[in-house]
């Protein structure tokens, strides 16, 4: 079992921040219209949180162990820990930032689309010229049945891990299929209501395993799917 000190190794990695273009006019109807997003620089982990970390909150705070840790393969010590609703998230963020000396927290989509995105202006996966579904490297990922150790081969040019693979990962927003339609430009987060929070990245749980970058999902903030985790997120301040 991981205790608090253990926790705070979570590797934070330093994105510069910038202007992008979020979404993709030929994509989905809910990544339309693509538009330029100015972010300040930010903090990410290199991985989702791992069920190791995540047992140092179950046993520290009265929080409940995950609900799919007793089924076989959802208890690797390394791989990201799942059937985390986002309230679960949030207080997760919450618990951390008193145990360690960094506020965290769940990231806006905008700053998830552009952590996902690696640097790379135009690009529907992590690494350019790479059709990651049929990419030999990672056909152990493609043929997963439960969260996996992050690889090497799913590491993008930021140096975050599974960006496009292995788990959705919560986001701070509410969720509007139609937000981008009034999204500001500045430092976008989210409607100021909803019923369902935003979320990110792909699921070993899919018949297709990788997402695209920009392709948004949602789920409502209470259920516990056994491919939803999350990762944290901090200021650069």
Not at 3 to 21: C, Q, Y
Not at 30 to 57: C, I, K, Q, T, W
Request: net charge negative.
């Amino acid at each position: 079992m991981s205790s608090p000190a253990a926790v705070s190794s979570l590797r934070l990695i330093h994105l510069p921040g910038g202007t992008f273009i979020m979404g993709a006019d030929d994509r989905r109807s809910d990544e339309r219209p693509a538009h330029p997003v100015n972010l300040g620089p930010f903090f990410a982990a290199d991985r989702p949180v791992s069920n190791d970390e995540y047992a140092a909150f179950v046993e520290h705070t009265d929080a409940l162990p995950p609900p799919f840790w007793p089924q076989d393969g959802f208890r690797i010590p390394d791989a990201p820990v799942v059937g985390i609703s986002w309230h679960d998230a949030v207080a997760y963020c919450e618990w951390l930032s008193t145990q360690t000396d960094t506020r965290v927290r769940l990231p806006t989509e905008a700053e998830r689309e552009y952590a996902a995105r690696g640097g790379l202006a135009e690009a529907d996966w992590p690494e350019p010229n790479v059709c990651w579904p049929e990419a030999t490297a990672r056909a152990s990922v493609a043929s997963a049945e439960h969260p996996h150790v992050p690889l090497d081969a799913c590491r993008n040019r930021f140096g975050l891990y599974c960006m496009a693979d292995n788990v959705h990962e919560w986001c701070s927003d509410w969720y509007d299929r139609s937000y981008y339609n009034v999204s500001p430009r500045v430092e976008p987060a989210g409607p100021v209501s909803g019923m369902r929070r935003a979320s990110r990245g792909g699921s070993w749980r899919h018949r297709i395993k990788f997402t695209r970058v920009g392709a948004r999902s949602s789920l409502s903030p209470s259920y516990r799917y056994n491919d939803y985790g999350f990762r944290i997120y901090a200021d650069a301040v």
